[in-house]
């Protein structure tokens, strides 16, 4: 696909220096760009290779040195690349309609907008709003309602009752509403409870690959509006997340945990039952959280701390062999003394 730089820089809200008419044919790295592709430079260290490169013009924040090169100046360059991105390599178009070997209720509702693809199976009284995607192989059980614009990958399930909001995104093999992990024992056995809630995924959440959300066993689990989910976590009953976190990869959140909004948890970050984690929280990876956290802190560690805290219990876990040979000195001298009397 053919632009000038002109045409990036008016999609972009940006400025060019130098030629406005270069012809961009393509968006490339600095290390693997050619004659006609664009490339960004979100800081002096980028903007060097950059300019070394076969790139003709180069994306860049705020001001850089001229350059032999067409600039294309934007207030944050990193942000820009995410969305020019799409002009270079835009979505797939997926035509409306349902597809002839797709199983779909007659009391199910899908708007003609949409697209269901092969081998779906939608249950009764499910309602599916317009331009939403069915890709393949998905099953969508009853009384599911889902919005508009939602793209759900291949083998993506949806148990009875799930909600999702509109432009939600769900990567290939991910179940939303499964069973949660609930039992009581009873003479010696683990007696099930049975798993009444749903699961509620607001507007533009994206969640990745083999995701599994369980629903509540009473009421909804929720992810919150703009959260973004990574492959392979696992989100347990009666959690809620709140609004425009960020859930790394490998992370577990065990049931009844409460998130607040803007949170950020770092892939392998266990979270354990019935937890209270405030606004605007970070928690770095591996840690394992066996308490309510604050708003605004960062947290890290197993049992996990305030970062400060672990940090020095590191630092003295790093001195503990040189503190133990001086321990084990100290010690041969006082077996040489005479005993105190």
Not at 36 to 53: C, I, P, Q
Not at 199 to 227: C, H, P, W, Y
């Amino acid at each position: 696909m053919l632009f000038t730089a002109a045409d990036i820089a008016k999609q972009l809200e940006g400025e060019v220096i130098g030629d406005p008419t270069t012809p961009i044919t393509g968006f490339a790295p600095a290390d693997s760009a050619k004659a006609g592709d664009l490339t960004f430079a979100e800081n002096e260290d980028y903007f060097a290779r950059a300019e070394k490169s076969a790139a003709s013009a180069i994306l860049v924040n705020g001001i850089l040195n001229p350059s032999g090169k067409v600039l294309i100046r934007v207030s944050n360059a990193r942000v820009a690349f995410a969305r020019v991105m799409n002009l270079f390599f835009p979505a797939p178009k997926f035509l409306p309609g349902v597809h002839a070997t797709a199983v779909v209720s007659p009391s199910a509702q899908v708007d003609p907008s949409a697209c269901v693809g092969p081998h779906c199976v939608i249950g009764d009284r499910v309602c599916i709003g317009a331009r939403t995607v069915l890709q393949a192989c998905n099953c969508v059980e009853a009384d599911c309602r889902i919005g508009d614009d939602v793209h759900l990958l291949p083998n993506v399930t949806l148990y009875a009752r799930s909600q999702l909001g509109h432009r939600v995104r769900i990567h290939a093999g991910t179940v939303i509403g499964s069973d949660g992990f609930g039992y009581v024992l009873d003479q010696g056995a683990h007696l099930k409870i049975p798993q009444i809630g749903n699961v509620v995924i607001q507007d533009d959440v994206e969640i990745g690959a083999n995701v599994t959300i369980d629903r509540g066993a009473l009421g909804s689990t929720i992810i919150g509006k703009g959260t973004k989910i990574d492959n392979l976590v696992q989100i347990g009953h009666n959690v809620v997340i709140g609004e425009h976190s960020i859930i790394i990869s490998q992370v577990g959140i065990a049931g009844s945990t409460k998130l607040g909004n803007n949170v950020t948890l770092a892939g392998q970050v266990g979270l354990a039952g019935h937890l209270k984690i405030g606004n605007n929280v970070k928690i770095y990876a591996q840690s394992g959280v066996m308490n309510d956290i604050p708003d605004g802190e960062n947290w890290l560690g197993t049992p996990a701390q305030p970062d400060k805290r672990m940090k020095r219990t590191y630092l003295a876990l790093m001195r503990l062999p040189e503190l133990l040979r001086k321990v084990s000195a100290l010690e041969k001298r006082l077996d040489g003394m005479p005993p105190v009397k």
